[in-house]
């Protein structure tokens, strides 16, 4: 017998006992469609905290008043901007405040780290990588290896699923590593990969890098906000992260960054360096000689694009609000109910069309994201899904992933994708 069941007064009793069933309220919920939207696609964009406008019109009431002089004056002064996020993004990820910055985008963090962590010397040369990793990530991989000067067959490594499997078999990753051994030089892997929501055992990963004397960092857009990390203890070297999936802190918004504290104070590492990552004692002598902070921070190009933080503080104080324990606990339940209903749904209709998920099953092994793949029917049925309301997010040839966002989401949006899936079938 199931925990569960697939029934609109089930769903609610469930929704009346989420002690997370408030904070839906402080999202707008999008309403662009003639029908209530169904919103599936917090690891894409996340939703809106109506509060975001409050952080960011505090900084333009700022800017009018004092120009300028709002770097000092501002009641978060701008010059210090992104400390405010600090310790509370720190708490998200499992880090310590000096191991994480917020800065840049997504996939220039990613090539600032790869610049100071992937250095190919002598035999140590090759990258271990996912095979279809995401599309940013695949360009920024082989743009390093080139950048070297390095033959790209020979030193991109991609590890992928066996011959007619879905996952990566974490076991085939680590004895990779192994294998590779003294030419490896990095391996760089997404947490949580984008297209079936696996789950990597990071700190397995890690140590197993570490083993054979290899760097170890992670793309984490779709864990950071989503997984319960504990950065620091799983001693990952790098990782970064986006702030706009899971982390709703606007389109495009600015992107988190953790260097393993054993790296903090190490200035003879090789970056690409700017002034803001200056010692700040002495940055605004604007002396020559690059004097890194000690930390994260040290990898700072820019001054802080203050509107973008505004949005991401907005956000993180709902996190810190709800706390990354009961943000978790309620991820495994709903994600849990979700897949019960699309199975059920499946099993009532199998005769013309069936779901198989891709998602490992085991809630050890995803986070809040579901792929599934519709056997029998094509992209008419994720058309007429849209048609009613649901926004969910299609890939070719016939997977549509979903991601119930536990601060958000309800289980009765759970029980109405089933509802709708099972309309939507032509
Ligand atoms: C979303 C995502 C990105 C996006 O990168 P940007 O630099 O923010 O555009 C990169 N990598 C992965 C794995 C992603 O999921």
Known sequence: MSQFENSL?????????????DFRDLFHMPNFHEKTVRYF????????????????????????????????????????????????LANVVGALPIEVVVTHSLTTNLH????????????????????????SDQYALESQVRFHGLDLEEHLIEIAPRAGEQLIREEDILAKIEELGDELALVMIGGVNYYTGQLFDMQAITEAGHRVGALVGFDLAHAA???????HDWGMDFAAWCSY????SSPGGVSGMFVHERHANRPELVRFAGWWGHDKATRFLMEPGFQPMPGAEGWQLSNAPVLGMAAHLAS?????????????????LMTGYLEYVIDDISEKNKDRC??????????????????????GQGKALFDALSDLGVVADWREPNVIRVAPAPLYNSFEDCYWFGQLLAEAIQ
């Open 9 to 21: 007064a089930f769903a609610k009793e469930m929704d009346a006992k989420d002690p997370l069933k």
């Open 41 to 88: 696609t917090g690891n894409s964009l996340g939703l809106q905290p109506k509060s975001t406008k409050d952080f960011i019109q505090e900084e333009l009431d700022a800017w009018a008043k004092y120009g300028v002089e709002g770097h000092f004056l501002a009641k978060k002064p701008w010059f210090a901007y992104h400390e405010n996020l600090t310790e509370m």
């Open 112 to 135: 600032l780290l790869m610049v100071s962590f992937y250095q190919p010397k002598g035999k140590r040369t090759k990258i271990l990588c996912e095979a279809k990793a995401f599309p």
């Open 225 to 231: 906000g989503n997984i319960n990390l504990k950065l």
């Open 245 to 248: 999936k899971y982390l709703n």
């Open 316 to 332: 993180l104080t709902i996190f810190e609000k709800a706390g990354m324990d009961r943000i978790g606990a309620k991820r495994d």
């Open 354 to 375: 069936t779901f198989e998920l891709i998602t490992p099953r085991d809630p050890k092994k995803r986070g809040a994201q579901l792929s599934i793949m519709a056997k």
